[in-house]
């Protein structure tokens, strides 16, 4: 597992988000689709939103 606060570097990389709105448990979900198990996903009311993340 990477340590998320060790830069790395991102430019072979390819990063897409999703939201599942499954009934009751609607989820964030990001992920590196260029590697293994890349993902994180969290409960879609605790999300930023774009301008927080700026």
Not at 37 to 42: E, L
Request: proline share 6%; with cysteine; hydrophobic share 45%.
């Amino acid at each position: 597992m990477t340590d998320a606060t060790t830069p790395v570097d991102a430019s072979n990389t390819e990063v897409m988000a999703s939201v599942d709105s499954a009934p009751g448990r609607s989820q964030f979900i990001i992920a590196d689709v260029t590697c293994d198990d890349a993902w994180m996903a969290v409960r879609l009311e605790e999300a930023s939103t774009l301008p927080e993340w700026r």
